[in-house]
């Protein structure tokens, strides 16, 4: 539910490579490995992949939330949690990955990081929950201003004036994506209607919980670059530690804080829908795994600027999805609003690339010098 990481921490097994293939070969057989090497190195593919279930995701999260009354959401994530772990367990018992074994030392020192993510993800469930998913991507740029001002604050980090930009950018577009919505409740439902008035304010509640997914989300990237220190830890050992250390505290959490009377169960999960829910439960986290290994499959046949690029670029299909799978209204103003945040998506990712290829002399209005750059976590917000 998060996210540009370090590509070199990425550990992917591609499978043993016989020594004998240096070995002179008979013609017939070289033809016959040939066409393996551009399967395996053509970019298009796995940038596609990267691309597909980073949107997959987020749609099949909306349809869990967006039943009527949802109101199981610790549940959803523990679910999500499981899947995940089940499903880079089997990979790993595969070979096509590798992570760590459990060390309770070394989750004594991440279960900080684990909570921060748990809170990145509820109130992620929560604004995707209130508001569509264009507005949910949108407003989620906002959390790169944070990384990199609390970078700055607190790692020596640096913005150029092309980020600058880009952050005015996402805000014009925030601003632009909450009139539009407002005013499409006002005029669809009548300027003083109790169903307008209804419609307003659940907008302000999913602004509210994309406010605390902002913060939560900028919190987490920080902290866990402060962690990931004292732990050294790769991409799938991060995936796998937050979600075998969130699993307890998710079922807790769902078993004392949600309601679990028959009543409500049916009501989230209604006879007719349910086995599509629970497919769409189980699917989501999966997806969460196809974005951490798609993901170092992009850098490895391609590389960290191209990858970050594309991030950028999939803001768009992403938001696209959200007219296409539901019912979200097409009107000048959002389609700008996604226009603007998909261009200031775009400028920030090509201002992290003119800035990793020089010395860094970016400026940001504040009292602490520029020591060294930070592109990494700012890029994790990326991630949907």
């Not at 539901?326 to 945040?341: E, K, Q, R, W």
Request: charged fraction near 15%; charge should be positive.
């Amino acid at each position: 539910m998060a996210d540009d990481k370090k590509r070199d921490d990425f550990t992917v097994d591609m499978g043993d490579r016989n020594e004998k293939n240096f070995e002179r070969p008979p013609s017939p057989l070289r033809h016959s490995t040939g066409p393996i090497i551009p399967t395996v190195n053509n970019p298009v593919f796995p940038l596609l992949s990267y691309c597909f279930s980073s949107i997959m995701m987020t749609v099949t999260n909306k349809f869990v939330l967006s039943g009527l009354g949802f109101n199981l959401n610790f549940f959803l994530l523990a679910v999500q949690s499981i899947v995940c772990v089940l499903a880079i367990q089997v990979c790993k018992s595969s070979g096509l990955i590798t992570y760590r074994d459990f060390n309770s030392d070394e989750a004594r020192k991440w279960f900080p990081v684990s909570l921060l993510l748990i809170g990145t993800i509820y109130t992620s469930t929560k604004a995707l929950q209130f508001l569509s998913i264009p507005v949910y991507t949108i407003f989620k740029n906002l959390t790169i201003i944070l990384i990199a001002y609390g970078e700055v604050l607190w790692f020596g980090g640096s913005v150029t004036g092309m980020a600058l930009f880009s952050f005015g950018l996402m805000v014009l577009s925030s601003v632009i994506a909450a009139w539009a919505d407002i005013q499409y409740a006002l005029r669809h439902h009548g300027q003083a209607t109790e169903e307008a008035s209804k419609s307003v304010s659940t907008l302000n509640a999913g602004y509210m919980w994309m406010l605390f997914n902002s913060l939560c989300s900028a919190a987490y990237v920080l902290g866990m670059r402060k962690r990931i220190k004292l732990t050294n830890f790769k991409d799938f050992d991060t995936m796998f530690y937050n979600n075998v250390l969130s699993i307890p505290i998710l079922l807790v959490c769902s078993i004392f804080l949600e309601n679990w009377s028959s009543e409500n169960v049916n009501k989230n999960f209604p006879i007719d829908n349910r086995n599509n829910l629970i497919f769409a439960m189980v699917f989501s986290g999966l997806s969460s795994v196809f974005i951490s290994y798609t993901s170092a499959w992009c850098v490895r046949v391609t590389s960290s600027t191209t990858y970050s690029m594309v991030g950028a670029l999939n803001k768009l299909p992403m938001a696209l999805s959200g007219l296409v799978f539901f019912d979200t209204p097409v009107t000048v103003p959002s389609v700008s609003a996604i226009a603007v945040g998909f261009v200031s998506g775009i400028v920030y990712a090509w201002a992290k690339v003119k800035q990793n290829s020089k010395p860094k002399t970016g400026i940001l209005p504040t009292s602490i010098p520029p020591m060294s750059a930070s592109s990494q976590s700012a890029r994790d917000s990326f991630k949907s």
